[in-house]
C-alpha cells in the first residue's frame, strides 16, 4: 500500500480505494489589502456622479456636481467663511470633548477600581446613557442661557458616556494576575494604577475615543442647527433654507475631512501607544 | 529566613478548600507541594506570600532577611505575569521603581539580574517577541532583581512545552544551587519534584490536607547520575501511589465554582 515515490500522473479516476489525490479545499477566506482598487472605484464614482449632472439627468439643484461642490469649496475658503465656521465649532468639540472625556476618564476608573463607586455610577450611567444627549440641549440652555456654554456642555455630556464604559471595561478588563504581580512586590496602589492597570485599559480608551469622536461630531452640528450664528451646523442650515446646495454639500465634505482627520489623529495615538501589541 | 505556615481552614464559603496545613520553610530549602489539581496548592502559595487571607490561619517569618533584600517573599507566576508594554529590561526593574535607590544601583540590580538568567542580549525585547521559556527567565530575573529571601514558585514551569521544560529547569537548579534561595515550589509534575525538592509535600484532593511529607535524601547535584536513578525511582513510585487515586477521584469531580 505504502510506496516510496510517487509515480505516473494523478487525476485518473482509479477503480475504488485506488490511489487518488487530496482535493484542495483551503481556498477562499483570505482577504488581502487593494488599496488600487479602492481609488479607482472611488474616482469612478465620482465622475459618474460628474456626468450625471452635466448631461442633467440629475437636477444640479438637488445634488450639485463635484465640482460646483469643489468650487463653492474655494469660494468658501477664499472669503474666510469656511475658517470662521470650522474653527467656531473645532473650539466647541474641543472644549466639549476635553471636559467630557476628562471626566469620563476619572469616573470610569473610580467606577473599575471600587465596588462602592461601581454600585452607585452603574445604573445611573445605564439610564442615562442611551438618552440622546441633544435632547438635554433646551435644558442646558434653560440653565445656562443661550451662548457657547450649553452647546459645549451637550458636547461633553454626549463624550462622557461612552468614555466612561469604555474606560471602565478597560479597567476591569485589566488581567488580575498583573495586579496580584504588582501587589506581591509591594508596589503602592497609585503605582498600580498608573503602571499596570492605565497602560492595561489603554486599548479601551482609545476605541472608546473613536466613539465619542463621532458623537461629538454629531453633537456639534445638531447643537449649532439648533441656535448658532457661526460653525459647521449653522452653516448648513442656512444653506439649505435658501436652497444653495452647492454649499450645503461643501459642508457636508467639511464634515467627512473633519472626521477623517480626527479618526487619522487616534490612528496616529494608537500606533504610537499601542506598538507593544 | 523561615516561614511557618499554620493554615487551620480556608473555605470560599461552604467550600473548604484547605484544611490543617502546617509547614516550616528550613532557610535555604525547597519545598515542593504537589497535589491533584484543584486541591488548593496555588491558593495556599498565595496565603503563604500574602496575597490571599485565610479564613482562619496565620503565616510567619523568622530570622533576618539578607541586608540587600527589597522583597522577603517573592512569586515567580505560571504565566509569567510580565507586562507586555514593557520591554524586558522596563519588566525586570518594575518592582525596583517603588524604592529608594540611586539610578546607579537600579541600573546595576537590573543588569545583574539579566545576566544570571542570560538575558542581557534580550534587554530591550518585547515580552511578544520571546519564547515562552525565555518569558518565564524575565520572570525569574524580575524576581531575582530584589534579592529574594523565599521565592514563591507557582507551577512556574507547566505553561511551557516538555523540551523548554527540562532544559528550564535545569539552569533553574543551577541557578539555586548557586543563590541558595529558599523556595516553595508548586507542580503537578513527579519529575520536576524529584529534581528539585529537599522535601516533597503531597496533599490530599479538595479539602486540601497533608496527606505525607517526603525527605528526599540525594543532594540535587548527584541527581542526575546513575547511582540516583533508583532511589529516585523508588521515590517516584511512592508519590504515584499517593496521588493516584486522588487524582482519579478529583477528575471525576464536578467542578462547581
Not at chain 1, 479516476?13 to 488600487?36: I, S, T, Y
Not at chain 1, 433646551?138 to 452647546?151: N, V
Not at chain 1, 462622557?160 to 512586590?185: K, Y
Not at chain 2, 519529575?191 to 511529607?213: N, T
Given at each position: 500500500?505504502?510506496?516510496d515515490?510517487v509515480v505516473?500522473?494523478a487525476?485518473?479516476p ?9 482535493a ?6 483570505d ?11 472611488f ?6 456622479w460628474?456626468?450625471?449632472?452635466s ?9 450639485p456636481?463635484?465640482l460646483?461642490?469643489c468650487?463653492?469649496l474655494w ?20 472644549w ?21 463607586t461601581?454600585?452607585v455610577?452603574?445604573?445611573?450611567v ?32 454626549g463624550?462622557f458616556?461612552?468614555?466612561?464604559i469604555?474606560?471602565f ?12 504581580m ?11 494604577i498608573?503602571k ?10 482609545l476605541?472608546g475615543f473613536?466613539?465619542?469622536m463621532?458623537t ?20 448648513l442650515?442656512?444653506?439649505?433654507n435658501?436652497m ?6 461643501a ?8 472626521g ?5 489623529i ?6 504610537a ?5 | 529566613?523561615e ?10 464559603g ?15 530549602e ?5 497535589g ?6 496555588s491558593?495556599l ?7 490571599l ?12 532577611a ?9 512569586f ?11 520591554t ?13 535607590l ?18 542581557d ?19 525569574i530575573?524580575?524576581?531575582l532583581v530584589?534579592?529574594?529571601a523565599?521565592?514563591l ?11 523548554t ?5 535545569e ?9 541558595r ?7 503537578h ?5 524529584l ?9 490530599s484532593?479538595?479539602?486540601?490536607k ?14 542526575a ?5 533508583a ?9 504515584w501511589?499517593l ?5 482519579s ?5 464536578v467542578?462547581?465554582a
Amino acid at each position: 500500500m505504502l510506496e516510496d515515490t510517487v509515480v505516473g500522473t494523478a487525476a485518473a479516476p482509479a477503480q475504488p480505494g485506488g490511489r487518488r489525490e487530496v482535493a484542495f479545499r483551503g481556498g477562499g477566506f483570505d482577504l488581502k489589502p487593494k488599496a488600487m482598487h479602492s481609488w479607482i472605484a472611488f474616482a469612478i464614482l465620482i465622475a459618474l456622479w460628474q456626468v450625471a449632472v452635466s448631461r442633467r439627468w440629475i437636477d444640479p439643484v438637488f445634488l450639485p456636481s463635484p465640482l460646483a461642490i469643489c468650487e463653492a469649496l474655494w469660494s468658501l475658503a477664499r472669503s474666510g467663511d469656511l475658517w470662521l465656521n470650522l474653527s467656531t465649532s473645532l473650539v466647541r468639540i474641543g472644549w466639549g470633548w476635553l471636559f467630557g472625556s476628562g471626566l469620563g476618564l476619572v469616573v470610569g476608573i473610580a467606577m473599575g477600581l471600587w465596588s462602592m463607586t461601581r454600585a452607585v455610577g452603574m445604573p445611573l450611567v445605564s439610564a442615562i446613557y442611551p438618552v440622546p444627549k441633544i435632547a438635554l440641549l433646551p435644558l442646558f440652555i434653560l440653565w445656562m442661557g443661550i451662548g457657547e456654554t450649553p452647546k459645549i456642555v451637550t458636547i461633553a455630556s454626549g463624550v462622557f458616556f461612552p468614555t466612561v464604559i469604555a474606560t471602565f471595561s478597560g479597567v476591569d478588563g485589566t488581567p488580575r494576575n498583573l495586579i496580584r504581580m504588582g501587589q506581591s512586590f509591594n508596589m503602592p496602589m497609585l503605582s498600580i494604577i498608573w503602571k499596570i492597570i492605565m497602560p492595561s485599559s489603554l486599548p479601551g480608551i482609545l476605541a472608546g475615543f473613536r466613539i465619542s469622536m463621532a458623537t461629538a461630531l454629531l453633537l456639534v452640528v445638531s447643537a449649532e442647527m439648533i441656535g448658532a450664528q457661526y460653525g459647521v451646523g449653522a452653516f448648513l442650515l442656512t444653506a439649505g433654507n435658501l436652497m444653495q446646495t452647492d454649499d450645503l454639500m461643501a459642508g457636508v465634505v467639511i464634515l467627512s475631512v473633519l472626521g477623517l482627520s480626527l479618526g487619522a489623529i487616534l490612528t496616529m495615538l494608537e500606533k504610537a501607544f499601542l506598538s507593544w501589541r | 529566613m523561615e516561614i511557618i505556615a499554620d493554615v487551620k481552614l480556608h473555605a470560599y464559603g461552604t467550600l473548604t478548600v484547605l484544611q490543617d496545613i502546617k509547614l516550616h520553610l528550613r532557610p535555604g530549602e525547597i519545598l515542593s507541594v504537589i497535589g491533584p489539581s484543584g486541591c488548593g496548592k496555588s491558593t495556599l502559595l498565595g496565603i503563604i506570600g500574602g496575597i490571599l487571607k485565610p479564613t482562619d490561619g496565620a503565616i510567619y517569618m523568622e530570622g533576618e532577611a539578607p541586608p540587600d533584600c527589597l522583597n522577603p517573599l517573592t512569586f515567580i507566576f505560571q504565566d509569567f505575569a510580565l507586562l507586555p508594554w514593557r520591554t524586558v529590561a522596563q519588566n525586570v526593574a518594575l518592582p525596583l521603581e517603588h524604592h529608594k535607590l540611586s539610578s546607579a544601583e537600579r541600573k546595576a540590580r537590573v543588569m545583574d539580574a539579566l545576566q544570571r538568567t542570560k538575558l542581557d542580549e534580550f534587554a530591550d525585547a518585547l515580552p511578544k517577541q520571546l519564547s515562552g521559556g525565555m518569558r518565564q527567565r524575565v520572570g525569574i530575573a524580575r524576581a531575582l532583581v530584589v534579592r529574594p529571601a523565599v521565592l514563591l514558585m507557582d507551577e512556574p514551569l507547566s505553561a511551557l512545552d516538555a523540551q523548554t521544560r527540562d532544559l528550564l529547569m535545569e539552569d533553574f537548579l543551577d541557578l539555586w544551587l548557586r543563590e541558595r534561595v529558599a523556595g516553595i515550589y508548586i507542580t503537578h509534575n513527579f519529575h520536576e519534584c524529584l529534581r528539585l525538592a529537599d522535601r516533597i509535600m503531597v496533599l490530599s484532593r479538595r479539602p486540601g490536607k497533608i496527606k505525607e511529607i517526603i525527605e528526599v535524601r540525594i543532594p540535587q547535584r548527584e541527581r542526575a547520575q546513575k547511582s540516583a536513578q533508583a532511589v529516585l525511582a523508588d521515590l517516584g513510585d511512592r508519590l504515584w501511589s499517593l496521588i493516584r487515586d486522588e487524582a482519579s477521584k478529583a477528575e471525576r469531580e464536578v467542578v462547581d465554582a
